[in-house]
C-alpha cells in the first residue's frame, strides 16, 4: 500500500519540504505517522541583509494545503497574504474551515479577517474589552499549529518568534476544546475548565497546554520557576508581571549563593558553544526594546537589572521604517523561557502568554510546556543567537538618545540640549564609574500631617510622599541615567525611564507622589511638600509602583548603573548617619531636617557609606523647591546647593 502525502520536519533548525507526490512504502508511512513535535524558528537576523530566512510562513501554507478535511484557526493578527491565500484555497475545495479571530483586529478592517468575509469563510471575533490574542491552527483534528507568532508578514519575516508543530490528536482535541468555547462566544473570564488532563507524551517531548485565564497558566509559570534547579535562560516581549520578576530574583540570588561556595563566579554568564550544562547557575535574559521603552515602570527590567541578574536588549533592527519599533518589526516577540537546559528535567515555556496582568486575568492565550532535552537544546541554541546578537543593557538604552552606533549621534536630540551642552553627548554606563553621580540629600522622615490610607500595616501613620532622593553629577559631563536604580539593598525603588539624563554639576530630585493627583500642568498639588521633580517615580499613581518610601531604622541606598554596577551608596544599613526629627516637649515633630552629603566647591567628601560623609540639614527653613506651606517645618534644599 502506498500514499502521497506532504511531509514537513524541523531538524536543527532546518527546515525540509518533500514533494507531495513523494510515495511512501509501508514501513516508511509507520515511521512518518509517529507522533513528533517539530519545532520552527524564523531567525529574522538583525536587518534585512542579514535575515536568515528559513521560509517559517511557507512551513504553515504547505501544512494548510495539505488540509483535507477540517482546519480551525483561532488568530489575533491575520495579514499574511501567503496564509490568508491558502486558507481562501482550503475552503473552496471543501475543508470546513472556521476562524476565531479578535474583535479588535477586526474593527480595524484587518486584511486578512476582510478577505474571508469576501469569501464568505465561516468567522467569530470576541474579547472586545481586551484582546483575543491566541495564534493557532488545528489541521484534520491531529496537527497543531501553536506559537508565539502572530499570523502577519511581520511576525514571520521580521519578528523574533517560535512555532511548533504537534502531531497528536489528544493534543489537537484539548485545542478543539477551547477553539469550540469562543466559536460559542465564550472569550476571556466567561470559558469554562475541561477538564481533559492537560498532560501528553508526544514522540520524545511530553507537552502541556494551559489557556488563560481560566486555566491558571501563570500559576503554571510560576510553579515551574519554583523548581529550577540550575539555570534559567529568557526571552521576552511583554514583561510587566512583578511575580515572574520576583521569582527571578529570588532564583538568581539562590542560584548565586550556589555559585560562591563554589567559586563558579567569574565562569562567563553564556556559552555559545553547545555542550553540557552549563556553570555556573544561573538567571539570564534577553529583552524586547520597544517594551522596555514603552512600558515605563511597569515593566520588570528595573526589578531584574538592580538585583545583577544578567540581561541585554536584543538588536533586531529588521523594520519595515527604521527606528519603528512599535509597529514596524524588528521586535524580540517571543514569550519564551529554558528551564534546567541540559539535564534529564529540561523544559520550554512558551506559547502566546505575555508575562502580563492582561494575559493572566482577561485575554485568551495558551501556554505551553515541552519537556525533553532535544527540544530543550533547539531553544536554549536560539537563545544563544539573541544572546550572541544582543547589546548590554546601558549601551543599548544609551543608543535611544544617540543613534544607533556611538558615532552615528543622533542631531535631533543634540538640538534639544541647552545651547552650551550641544557638544557633548551623554555618556553611556560603560563610561561612567564610581562617584560620577552621587546621592547627595536624602529626607528620610516624609511628614505632612496626613494619614496613610495605602497602609495596611499599621507601620506607618503618615503618608511618605513628602520624602525624597536628591543626585549630583560633579562631573563635567551630562550622564545618561537610562534604565539606573537606586535600591534599599533588597528590591529597587527608583528606575529611570530611557531618556533620563543628568547634566553637568545639576542636582537632580526624585519625587514621589504616591497618593497625590496626577496634573499634566502641576504634578504635585498643594497638600505636597515638595515641588518641581527632575523625575516623579509614580506619575500615574499605580499601586503596583514601589514606593519611594524610605526606612528610618535602615538605610542602604544603592545608586545602580544600567550595567549593574554601583556608582554611589548611601548608609551602611544601620540608621541614617544624619537628618531626621526636632521634637518638642511632648514628642510632636516641630522640624524634620534632611541629610545632606558634604559638598564643598563642587568636591564630594568621602564616600556615601561613611558617617562622615554627611551632615544634617543647617537651613533655617526649606528650599525654594519646598512649598511654602511646609517651609518653617522642613529643612531642606531638594534640588539645589546643599547648605552651607
Known amino acids: 500500500m502506498k500514499k502521497s502525502f506532504i511531509i514537513l520536519l524541523l531538524a536543527s533548525g532546518t527546515l525540509f519540504s518533500l514533494n507531495a507526490c513523494t510515495e511512501f512504502s509501508d514501513e516508511d508511512q509507520a515511521s512518518l505517522n ?11 537576523g538583525t536587518r534585512e541583509g542579514n535575515r536568515d530566512d528559513i521560509k517559517s510562513a511557507q512551513f504553515l501554507i504547505d501544512r494548510i494545503d495539505s488540509t483535507r478535511s477540517t482546519l480551525r484557526g483561532a488568530l489575533y493578527g491575520f495579514s499574511n497574504k501567503g496564509v490568508i491565500d491558502a486558507v481562501v484555497r482550503a475552503h473552496y475545495r471543501g475543508v470546513d474551515v472556521k476562524v476565531v479571530g479578535d474583535a479588535r483586529h477586526f474593527g480595524y478592517n484587518e486584511r486578512g479577517y476582510k478577505i474571508l468575509q469576501e469569501n464568505h469563510v465561516p468567522m467569530i471575533v470576541g474579547n472586545q474589552f481586551h484582546i483575543m490574542h491566541n495564534k493557532f491552527f488545528v489541521f484534520d483534528d491531529y496537527f497543531t499549529f501553536v506559537g508565539t507568532g502572530n499570523i502577519t508578514t511581520t511576525g514571520f519575516t521580521r519578528n523574533n518568534n517560535n512555532w511548533v508543530l504537534i502531531e497528536s490528536p489528544q493534543v489537537a482535541r484539548d485545542f478543539l476544546d477551547e477553539w469550540d468555547q469562543m466559536w460559542e462566544g465564550r472569550f476571556g473570564s466567561v470559558k469554562k475548565i475541561v477538564d481533559n488532563g492537560n498532560v501528553y507524551k508526544v514522540g520524545d517531548t511530553t507537552i502541556e497546554v494551559y489557556f488563560s485565564p481560566q486555566e491558571d ?5 510560576l510553579e515551574e520557576l519554583d523548581l529550577a534547579d540550575t539555570n534559567i535562560y529568557f526571552s521576552i516581549f511583554a514583561f510587566t508581571k512583578d511575580q515572574i520578576g520576583s521569582r527571578f530574583v529570588q532564583k538568581h540570588r539562590e542560584f548565586q549563593a550556589y555559585n560562591k561556595t563554589k567559586m563558579l563566579e567569574d565562569l562567563p554568564v553564556v556559552s555559545l558553544i553547545d555542550g553540557k550544562a552549563e556553570q555556573p547557575k544561573k538567571v539570564v535574559g534577553v529583552l524586547d526594546r520597544s517594551q522596555v521603552a514603552g512600558n515605563f515602570l511597569y515593566h520588570e527590567v528595573y526589578r531584574l537589572a538592580s538585583s545583577g541578574v544578567p540581561m541585554r536588549m536584543e538588536a533586531n533592527e529588521n523594520s519595515r521604517v527604521p527606528g519603528d ?3 514596524g518589526g524588528g521586535r524580540l516577540h517571543s514569550k519564551t523561557m529554558v528551564l534546567d537546559a541540559g539535564t534529564p528535567n529540561a523544559r520550554v515555556i512558551t506559547g502566546s502568554f505575555n508575562w502580563s496582568s492582561a494575559a493572566t486575568i482577561a485575554n485568551d492565550e495558551v501556554l505551553i510546556i515541552l519537556r525533553g532535552q532535544k527540544i530543550a537544546d533547539e531553544y536554549l541554541r536560539e537563545f ?3 544572546w550572541r546578537t544582543s547589546r548590554p543593557l546601558g549601551t543599548a538604552v544609551c543608543n535611544y538618545l544617540v543613534g544607533q552606533t556611538d558615532s552615528d549621534v543622533d542631531q535631533e536630540h543634540i538640538d534639544r540640549l541647552p545651547k552650551d551642552l550641544q557638544g557633548q553627548r551623554p555618556l553611556c554606563s560603560d563610561e561612567v564609574g564610581p562617584g560620577d ?3 547627595s540629600e536624602v529626607q528620610w522622615l516624609g511628614y ?8 495596611h500595616t499599621g507601620r506607618r501613620d503618615f503618608i511618605d510622599n513628602d520624602e525624597f532622593i536628591e543626585l549630583y553629577n560633579p562631573t563635567d559631563k551630562t550622564i545618561n541615567l537610562s534604565l539606573w536604580t537606586i535600591t534599599n539593598g533588597f528590591d529597587f525603588k527608583v528606575g529611570f525611564i530611557p531618556g533620563t539624563v543628568i547634566h553637568p554639576g545639576q542636582y537632580f530630585l526624585v519625587l514621589d507622589h504616591n497618593l497625590a493627583a496626577f496634573s499634566d500642568v502641576s504634578p504635585q498639588t498643594k497638600t505636597e511638600a515638595y515641588a518641581n521633580p527632575d523625575f516623579a517615580t509614580n506619575v500615574s499613581n499605580d499601586p503596583r509602583f514601589p514606593r519611594l518610601n524610605i526606612q528610618n531604622s535602615s538605610m542602604a541606598l544603592h545608586l545602580i548603573d544600567a550595567d549593574g554596577e554601583v556608582i554611589d551608596l548611601a548608609g551602611d544599613s544601620a540608621p541614617p548617619f544624619a537628618g ?3 521634637l518638642d516637649r511632648n514628642n510632636d515633630i516641630v522640624k524634620v531636617r534632611s541629610m545632606e552629603r558634604i559638598i ?3 568636591k564630594v567628601k568621602g564616600d556615601g557609606d561613611k558617617r562622615s560623609s554627611w551632615k544634617t540639614c543647617s537651613a533655617k527653613e526649606g528650599g525654594k523647591n519646598v512649598n511654602k506651606a511646609f517651609r518653617t517645618l522642613i529643612s531642606a534644599t531638594p534640588g539645589e546647593a546643599n547648605s552651607k
Open 34 to 44: 509517529e507522533p513528533s513535535v517539530s519545532v520552527v524558528f524564523n531567525h529574522t
Open 217 to 221: 497558566a501563570m500559576g503554571r509559570i
Open 325 to 327: 519599533y512599535q509597529a
Open 384 to 386: 544563544r543567537n539573541f
Open 437 to 439: 553621580v552621587i546621592i
Open 448 to 455: 505632612n500631617g496626613e494619614t496613610d490610607t495605602s497602609d
Open 580 to 582: 531626621g526629627a526636632e
Open 600 to 602: 564643598t566647591n563642587g
